[in-house]
């Protein structure tokens, strides 16, 4: 697979490469030299109605077809994800921004690992019987959706966009996906590996275009019977607003504005190593993918005892940060994945000023030399001084910037934790077990992690609370959204 220096993308219907029905397209951005470097088709309510004519065409074949015979197809565009590994990482970081480095080690390896897990996974998913002494045995069948659609964000473009798709495909779904028009590269190549690995015509349709015209396309259609979305809560209320009225199964994972809690316990003389591993991943937890991760800790909360210590460390280590061309290795900060949200991030930090903000370091857009001098760079961004209330801490960002606040007893954490409308993810860092799990039973979020952060098992359950959304992702959740229970009664 090569990766030409202009890119003409296509949709993806019926297991051709094909344009838009409206022949009309869009720029493709490269967010960290600021130019143009391919063109995105502009899909509509034709081209989804094309797609769902060639799942339709496709669904009763796929939707009986063995575990083992999924497997062996889903195994294959794992092998092949992972054999392109170098070329779909750099189409990731062109498309994104992020650094190569990073797509390399981690967003192009959990891809295939998506594909891996479920093509295996399917292989051993099994119902559940109950036996009415002796009545009669109750058996449940686990049934295919039928045609389901999967649109997927940004942030992390081939790793959720496959996230979605794989557990959708093994469970005998046939599928409409879109990926982001902000980052459309890397599905329009998984296209090309799916007809390579001998995926039947029309199991998987990738449209590319933006929501209101592609995507709401995909939600309002009457034959999609499902929607599998990750995005903003804004986005995830107008697609329910959609789809709940039409008795759609809905899959929502939206925002986040995740609690980091530090306890003092960390700082202890006979534990430096705990204080050095909570520094060092409160960093990455912070800016992680330019802080683009809805799992980042985006709120600091840090034990008022040891407050000027964290403060003056992480402010240090903060600025080391090296921010450049995200193809030089050194690089550990990229750019912004567009224009309009590198506007967005620096707007927020301004009303963070207005809002009586403290910045401590960063908060300016960067123009690196060379050829990302008109790039969407941003500094990694800390402000200290803001109140749980305001606008600053209780709105998703979604770029490299967090705040700090203070607190002195258990009680105080948890209501600072607890104060924002969203309820994704948490990290907890202390050496008291105890603590940490009474802590993790009490914060309202559907992840928590202790002492560490992102460290993610493929079999749990994903997704969040509140406005961070509804329903479960990975591992058998994925696959029983996917699926339709049914119950068989037999009278012995």
Same mark, same amino acid.
């Given at each position: 697979?090569?990766?030409?220096?202009?890119?003409? =993308?296509? %949709?993806?219907?019926?297991? /051709?490469?094909?344009?838009?029905?409206?022949?009309?397209?869009?720029?493709? =951005?490269?967010?960290?030299?600021?130019?143009?470097?391919?063109?995105?088709?502009?899909?509509?309510?034709?081209?989804?109605?094309?797609?769902?004519?060639?799942?339709?065409?496709?669904?009763?074949?796929? #939707?009986?077809?063995?575990?083992?015979?999924?497997?062996?197809?889903?195994?294959?565009?794992?092998?092949?994800?992972?054999?392109?590994?170098?070329?779909?990482?750099?189409?990731?970081?062109?498309? %994104? !921004?992020?650094?190569?480095?990073?797509?390399?080690?981690?967003?192009?390896? #959990?891809?295939?690992?998506?594909?891996?897990?479920?093509?295996?996974?399917?292989?051993?998913?099994?119902?559940?019987?109950?036996?009415?002494?002796?009545?009669?045995?109750?058996?449940?069948?686990?049934?295919?959706?039928? =045609?389901?659609? &999967?649109?997927?964000?940004?942030?992390?473009?081939?790793?959720?966009?496959?996230? $979605?798709?794989?557990?959708?495909?093994?469970?005998?779904?046939?599928?409409?996906?879109?990926?982001?028009?902000?980052?459309?590269?890397?599905?329009?190549?998984?296209?090309? +590996?799916?007809?390579?690995?001998?995926?039947?015509?029309?199991?998987?349709?990738?449209?590319?275009?933006?929501?209101?015209? &592609?995507?709401?396309?995909?939600?309002?259609?009457?034959?999609?019977?499902?929607?599998?979305?990750? !995005?903003?809560? #804004?986005?995830?209320?107008?697609?329910?607003?959609?789809?709940?009225?039409?008795?759609?199964?809905?899959?929502?994972?939206?925002?986040?504005?995740?609690? %980091?809690?530090?306890?003092?316990?960390?700082?202890?003389?006979?534990?430096?190593?705990?204080?050095? $591993?909570?520094?060092?991943?409160?960093?990455?937890?912070?800016?992680?993918?330019?802080?683009?991760?809805?799992? &980042?800790?985006? *709120?600091?909360?840090?034990?008022? @005892?040891?407050?000027?210590?964290? $403060?003056?460390?992480?402010?240090?280590?903060? @600025?080391?940060? +090296?921010?450049?061309?995200?193809?030089?290795?050194?690089?550990?900060?990229?750019?912004?994945?567009?224009?309009?949200?590198?506007?967005?991030?620096?707007?927020?930090?301004?009303?963070? #000023?207005?809002?009586?903000?403290?910045?401590?370091?960063?908060?300016?857009?960067?123009?690196?030399?060379?050829?990302?001098?008109?790039?969407?760079?941003?500094?990694?961004?800390? +402000?200290?001084?803001?109140?749980?209330?305001?606008?600053?801490?209780?709105?998703?960002?979604?770029?490299?910037?967090?705040?700090?606040?203070?607190?002195?007893?258990?009680?105080?954490?948890?209501?600072?934790?607890?104060?924002?409308?969203?309820?994704?993810?948490?990290?907890?860092?202390?050496?008291?077990?105890?603590?940490?799990?009474?802590?993790?039973?009490?914060?309202?979020?559907?992840?928590?992690? +202790?002492? &560490?952060?992102?460290?993610?098992?493929? *079999?749990?359950?994903?997704?969040?609370?509140?406005?961070?959304?509804?329903? *479960?992702?990975? !591992?058998?959740?994925?696959?029983?959204?996917?699926? /339709?229970?049914?119950?068989?009664?037999?009278?012995?």
């Amino acid at each position: 697979m090569n990766l030409s220096n202009f890119q003409y =993308i296509q %949709n993806y219907i019926g297991g /051709e490469m094909v344009e838009p029905l409206s022949k009309t397209y869009t720029d493709n =951005i490269n967010p960290a030299t600021g130019e143009k470097f391919g063109q995105i088709p502009c899909s509509n309510h034709e081209d989804v109605e094309w797609a769902v004519k060639a799942a339709g065409q496709a669904l009763p074949a796929w #939707r009986i077809a063995s575990a083992e015979s999924k497997f062996k197809v889903l195994n294959k565009i794992a092998d092949l994800i992972d054999e392109n590994l170098e070329v779909l990482a750099l189409a990731e970081t062109t498309d %994104n !921004g992020k650094p190569l480095w990073l797509s390399k080690g981690v967003d192009i390896p #959990r891809a295939s690992a998506n594909f891996r897990f479920f093509a295996t996974a399917i292989m051993h998913f099994a119902s559940e019987s109950h036996q009415m002494e002796d009545k009669a045995i109750n058996y449940t069948l686990r049934q295919p959706v039928g =045609i389901v659609g &999967c649109i997927s964000p940004w942030n992390l473009p081939l790793y959720l966009f496959t996230w $979605k798709i794989a557990p959708a495909l093994a469970a005998g779904n046939c599928v409409i996906a879109k990926p982001s028009e902000v980052t459309p590269l890397s599905a329009f190549l998984l296209s090309k +590996i799916c007809k390579e690995a001998g995926l039947p015509e029309g199991v998987l349709n990738i449209l590319h275009g933006d929501g209101p015209a &592609c995507g709401s396309a995909i939600v309002a259609h009457p034959k999609i019977k499902a929607i599998s979305f990750t !995005g903003s809560t #804004r986005a995830g209320q107008q697609i329910a607003s959609v789809a709940a009225p039409m008795f759609k199964k809905l899959s929502l994972e939206l925002g986040g504005k995740n609690p %980091n809690i530090i306890f003092a316990d960390c700082l202890a003389d006979d534990k430096p190593e705990v204080w050095a $591993k909570m520094m060092k991943t409160t960093v990455q937890s912070s800016f992680g993918n330019q802080g683009q991760i809805c799992l &980042c800790g985006s *709120r600091i909360l840090v034990e008022k @005892k040891i407050y000027e210590k964290f $403060k003056a460390e992480f402010v240090e280590r903060t @600025k080391k940060l +090296i921010l450049g061309d995200p193809l030089e290795e050194q690089s550990k900060q990229g750019a912004i994945v567009s224009k309009v949200h590198y506007e967005k991030i620096l707007h927020c930090i301004e009303q963070a #000023r207005q809002e009586g903000g403290t910045i401590l370091t960063g908060g300016n857009a960067i123009h690196p030399d060379g050829r990302c001098a008109k790039g969407y760079f941003i500094e990694p961004t800390i +402000i200290e001084g803001l109140g749980p209330d305001c606008k600053t801490n209780m709105e998703e960002i979604f770029g490299p910037v967090v705040t700090l606040q203070t607190f002195e007893t258990t009680e105080e954490a948890l209501a600072l934790a607890n104060a924002c409308d969203y309820g994704l993810a948490s990290t907890i860092w202390t050496t008291d077990i105890t603590k940490a799990n009474k802590v993790a039973m009490k914060i309202n979020a559907g992840i928590v992690w +202790i002492n &560490c952060w992102l460290l993610r098992d493929l *079999r749990t359950p994903f997704g969040g609370v509140k406005n961070s959304g509804v329903g *479960r992702e990975g !591992g058998w959740d994925a696959l029983k959204f996917f699926t /339709e229970a049914k119950n068989v009664c037999v009278e012995l």
